[in-house]
């Protein structure tokens, strides 16, 4: 960051160099600030003069993302569970998913064996999962995902607080709902040196969008309930067409991210191990629910309900622990840079 501040070649890129360029000295708050501003566009890379083969090995990308992996570390509640960053991957989430798929698949056939090998015609998931049980399930798990994701974003904060704002304007949630720090100068995200393409910038805001019509749609389903009006519904309803919708964006987003190759000099190993874990639970997700959504009248519709079931579990529960926070801390981040001085 020191010859950074030097040479200044790439301070018309992003916000993160433009807030480094407002310091000498770097705390620990500093770091964890300008890594969560990076975006890892990549293009600092390709402009650095200090970059391989160049002794210095300056390599801004990657060093911002084992930073932000550092403060993923240090911001986790319980602080014990910190450490699991390292070591999250593909493999991890599929096991925890396949052990949240056997516990609730155990419990059902216990208690409600009939109905699971009988789901019979009606589309009706709380024939297989009464609601009560739904509600106690995931309202636990639920509280204590906000629990751990507060305690993370506080701790976030109060990391800011020790860092000088900087004297820019515009609007933080400008830049987070469009991304615009994925195309630098407004050119496209590099994949590699002197190749610039669109891709990775159109499938983060179908995973982003796909998943917020999600959650839209699971809130607007819970008001339906609680005013008289339960599950299931018909396929024009607001709560399918926003499920379905959502559903559908997170497939072509998480397909497109996860095929997506760049130059792997551009990100660390074990924070493309966190990408991955996080896209291919999101993936489940959004598979499994459309499945449902598409087979909710036919025999096997129980079995798809319980795999469902699971692999949401399952993503709750790596929430506060894995890739996802990453949005949460960097929207911090913006907001911090762009408040008056």
């Given at each position: 960051?020191t010859?950074?501040?030097?040479?200044?070649?790439?301070?018309?890129?992003?916000?993160?160099?433009?807030?480094m360029?407002?310091?000498?000295?770097?705390a620990?708050?500093?770091?964890n600030?300008?890594?969560?501003?990076?975006?890892?566009?990549g293009?600092?890379?390709?402009a650095?003069?200090?970059?391989?083969?160049?002794?210095?090995?300056?390599?801004?990308p990657?060093?911002?993302?084992?930073?932000?992996?550092?403060?993923?570390?240090?911001?986790?509640?319980?602080?014990?569970?910190g450490?699991?960053?390292?070591?999250t991957?593909?493999?991890?989430?599929?096991?925890?998913?396949?052990?949240?798929?056997?516990v609730?698949?155990?419990?059902?056939?216990?208690?409600?064996?009939?109905?699971?090998?009988?789901?019979?015609?009606?589309?009706?998931?709380?024939?297989?999962?009464?609601?009560?049980?739904?509600?106690?399930?995931?309202?636990?798990v639920?509280l204590?995902?906000?629990?751990?994701?507060?305690?993370?974003?506080?701790?976030?904060r109060?990391?800011?607080?020790?860092?000088?704002?900087?004297?820019?304007?515009?609007?933080a949630?400008?830049?987070?709902?469009?991304?615009?720090?994925?195309?630098?100068?407004?050119?496209?995200c590099?994949t590699?040196?002197?190749?610039?393409?669109?891709?990775?910038?159109?499938?983060?805001?179908?995973t982003?969008?796909?998943?917020?019509?999600c959650?839209?749609?699971?809130?607007?389903a819970?008001?339906?309930?609680?005013?008289?009006?339960?599950?299931?519904?018909?396929?024009?309803?607001?709560?399918?067409?926003?499920?379905t919708?959502?559903?559908?964006?997170?497939?072509?987003?998480?397909?497109?991210l996860?095929?997506?190759?760049?130059?792997?000099?551009?990100?660390?190993?074990?924070?493309?191990?966190?990408?991955?874990?996080?896209?291919?639970?999101?993936?489940?997700?959004?598979?499994?629910?459309?499945?449902?959504?598409?087979?909710?009248?036919?025999?096997?519709m129980?079995a798809?309900?319980?795999?469902?079931?699971?692999?949401?579990?399952?993503?709750?529960?790596?929430?506060p622990?894995?890739?996802?926070?990453?949005?949460?801390?960097?929207t911090?981040?913006?907001?911090?840079?762009?408040?008056?001085a």
């Amino acid at each position: 960051m020191t010859v950074c501040n030097s040479c200044r070649y790439c301070e018309q890129y992003c916000p993160a160099f433009q807030a480094m360029e407002e310091r000498v000295t770097f705390a620990q708050a500093d770091l964890n600030y300008l890594a969560n501003l990076c975006h890892g566009c990549g293009e600092c890379l390709y402009a650095c003069q200090y970059a391989p083969p160049h002794e210095f090995a300056i390599n801004v990308p990657k060093t911002f993302a084992q930073l932000r992996l550092r403060s993923y570390e240090q911001y986790a509640w319980p602080a014990a569970l910190g450490a699991a960053f390292r070591r999250t991957g593909v493999t991890t989430s599929l096991l925890l998913a396949a052990v949240m798929i056997a516990v609730l698949l155990g419990a059902t056939l216990a208690l409600n064996a009939d109905s699971f090998s009988n789901p019979g015609s009606a589309a009706d998931f709380y024939a297989i999962v009464p609601h009560r049980a739904m509600i106690a399930v995931f309202g636990g798990v639920g509280l204590f995902v906000l629990a751990a994701l507060a305690i993370g974003v506080a701790r976030c904060r109060r990391d800011l607080r020790d860092v000088q704002a900087e004297p820019a304007g515009g609007s933080a949630l400008r830049d987070v709902l469009t991304l615009q720090h994925l195309h630098v100068a407004g050119q496209h995200c590099v994949t590699a040196r002197e190749v610039r393409t669109p891709w990775r910038r159109l499938f983060h805001h179908s995973t982003f969008y796909g998943f917020a019509l999600c959650f839209a749609s699971t809130c607007v389903a819970t008001l339906y309930h609680w005013s008289g009006s339960p599950a299931p519904y018909g396929y024009a309803s607001l709560p399918v067409v926003l499920g379905t919708a959502g559903g559908a964006g997170l497939v072509i987003g998480t397909v497109g991210l996860l095929l997506q190759r760049r130059d792997p000099d551009l990100s660390n190993p074990t924070d493309r191990g966190l990408d991955r874990a996080f896209l291919v639970l999101l993936l489940l997700t959004a598979a499994t629910g459309l499945a449902l959504l598409a087979l909710r009248e036919h025999a096997a519709m129980g079995a798809l309900l319980i795999v469902h079931l699971g692999v949401v579990l399952a993503l709750f529960l790596t929430l506060p622990y894995g890739k996802f926070v990453h949005g949460l801390y960097r929207t911090l981040a913006l907001r911090h840079y762009r408040r008056s001085a």
